[in-house]
């Protein structure tokens, strides 16, 4: 080795290259130094400011103020540049690290289509960034937007297109002090019906204005015992690793969910709503409940499919346990898998972790052998327990036999700003500070028929699209 370097001329070369890179490396600093210098004069004069009334407001108008307006369910309005103001640098840092909106998804990888993205474009985010570097400018009044206004939330948004919801379900008051820590409040309520009866759709909201500021987030899962069914359509441990009953209803963010077309979820009589409302102190005690409204098919009509909450985990089990084992300061990584009995939709994805979960993936193993990836949260948020729900025809058709595999990270380290204490071992548990991981994925399974004609149009489409224009 010695002797065949001493051979070659390694030292003029190495000199040459070294020559090379300082002379790149001036020019970049020169570059930047004299833009630097130069400041916002030339940046003006090369691209038009960026100002909040000709091209902050659009950005907040479809992305923030659903959220963001007085009464909505953030600590802030965003809608008028006095109260936007304040916040410039707040939101630079928030979309410029992506925890703003709350869409937590790698949007480089898998599905990218979706009935409720929030997330910003790179030239929004830029936009936003530019705004805030350049002093956050409000530019000419006459550029503003007519102010959007925002529906009253009092009623039901659903009530337009279906009248009263047929059910109202409460989840009971809980009073949260004006200072004190998160609470995860887990109560019961029954569902009041006596025959089964088929959902078309659901609403979820605070009873009151006041608890809309103590809401985080809301989920409702409906709990119902058919362990036949179960063991018909799924296999191993997806047959009985849901706990005691059937889950499968959910909310956050969005306000409602409208099963799509001929499709619904079936209530038997004795089922129940087990909420989860995640409660939060705004320094004055505020008292309210949630409520669920359903509204159902009329009697006689049934949908064609039924859709299944289920709950893919990616914890292995040991005698019908769920198993968790993260040593203190680590990442750790678990994988599940799940395979699908018959034909399936899968409608969305919606990673479940607690405050050391850091990401998620859910992955397509397909009977060929191939593999998709289909989603994957890359900085999951515990605050936030976002559902991605695929848009109508973004939503996967899987074959039978495909199995589901569910990778999962959990972070028991400092850098994990949830992390209550990277010193303790963590383990599985229904507790905040206890670990799990898994993903809430409504199925739709559909028949050997109906997978076959949607290969046949898919096929036909490609051709379609592959044919020669003129
Ligand atoms: C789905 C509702 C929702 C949407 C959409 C949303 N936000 Fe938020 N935002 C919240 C809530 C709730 C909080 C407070 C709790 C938290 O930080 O998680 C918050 C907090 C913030 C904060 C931090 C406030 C503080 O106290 O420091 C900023 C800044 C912010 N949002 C900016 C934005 C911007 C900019 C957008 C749009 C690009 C946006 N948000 C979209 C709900 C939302």
């Known amino acids: 080795m010695t002797s065949l370097r001493k051979s070659l001329p390694v030292g003029p070369l190495a000199f040459m290259l070294a020559v090379l890179m300082t002379l790149a490396f001036i020019t970049v600093i020169a570059t930047t130094v004299s833009a630097q210098a130069l400041g916002n004069a030339v940046k003006n004069s090369a691209q038009p400011q960026v100002t909040f009334a000709k091209d902050v407001v659009p950005v907040l108008q479809t992305k923030c103020q659903e959220c963001h307006h007085t009464g909505g369910m953030a600590p802030m309005s965003l809608v008028t540049y006095e109260e936007t103001r304040p916040w410039a640098r707040a939101m630079k840092q928030r979309v410029e690290t992506r925890i703003m909106p709350p869409w937590h998804l790698d949007k480089t990888v898998g599905i990218?289509?979706?009935?409720?993205?929030?997330?910003?474009?790179?030239?929004?985010?830029?936009?936003?960034?530019?705004?805030?570097?350049?002093?956050?400018?409000?530019?000419?009044?006459?550029?503003?937007?007519?102010?959007?206004?925002?529906?009253?939330?009092?009623?039901?948004?659903?009530?337009?297109?279906?009248?009263a919801?047929?059910?109202?379900?409460?989840?009971?008051?809980?009073?949260?002090?004006?200072?004190?820590?998160?609470?995860?409040?887990?109560?019961?309520?029954?569902?009041?019906?006596?025959?089964?009866?088929?959902?078309?759709?659901?609403?979820?909201?605070?009873?009151?204005?006041?608890?809309?500021?103590?809401?985080?987030?809301?989920?409702?899962?409906?709990?119902?015992?058919?362990?036949?069914?179960?063991?018909?359509?799924?296999?191993?441990n997806d047959a009985d690793s849901n706990g005691p009953g059937m889950l499968m209803e959910w909310a956050i963010g969005k306000k409602y969910d409208i099963y799509r077309p001929d499709t619904g979820k079936l209530l038997m009589p004795g089922a129940h709503i087990w909420w989860e409302l995640h409660l939060h102190s705004v320094g004055e005690e505020i008292t309210d409940h949630a409520q669920l409204a359903i509204y159902l098919y009329p009697k006689g009509q049934e949908p064609k499919y039924r859709t299944y909450l289920m709950s893919y985990t990616a914890n292995p089990t040991i005698n019908g346990q769920l198993q968790l084992d993260i040593p203190p300061n680590t990442v750790k990584e678990t994988e599940g898998f799940h395979v699908l009995k018959h034909p399936a939709i899968l409608q969305n994805f919606q990673p479940h972790m607690h405050l050391r979960g850091k990401a998620m993936a859910m992955e397509a193993i397909l009977p060929d052998g191939s593999t998709q990836m289909l989603s994957f949260v890359d900085h999951f948020n515990f605050n936030w327990m976002t559902n991605y729900i695929y848009a109508d025809d973004a939503a996967p058709v899987l074959p039978a036999g495909t199995v589901l595999h569910i990778t999962a990270w959990h972070d028991n380290t400092v850098n994990n700003p949830n992390n209550p204490d990277p010193s303790q071992w963590v383990g599985w548990g229904e507790r905040t500070v206890d670990e799990m991981s898994h993903a809430w994925v409504n199925v739709t399974f559909i028949t050997d028929e109906d997978y076959q004609s949607y290969v046949a149009k898919q096929k036909s489409k490609q051709l379609a699209s592959a044919a020669p224009t003129r």
Do not use: C
């Open 165 to 236: 919801p047929d059910l109202v379900i409460d989840s009971g008051s809980y009073t949260m002090p004006a200072h004190g820590q998160d609470v995860w409040w887990k109560p019961l309520s029954d569902v009041p019906i006596t025959e089964p009866r088929w959902v078309r759709a659901v609403e979820i909201k605070p009873a009151t204005p006041a608890g809309r500021r103590i809401m985080h987030h809301v989920l409702a899962r409906l709990q119902q015992d058919e362990p036949d069914l179960r063991k018909a359509l799924f296999t191993g």
């Open 112 to 163: 990218q289509r979706f009935q409720n993205d929030l997330s910003l474009s790179e030239e929004q985010i830029a936009t936003i960034v530019r705004w805030v570097d350049e002093g956050a400018p409000l530019g000419n009044p006459k550029d503003l937007p007519p102010v959007k206004q925002w529906p009253n939330e009092d009623g039901w948004q659903l009530a337009k297109q279906f009248g």
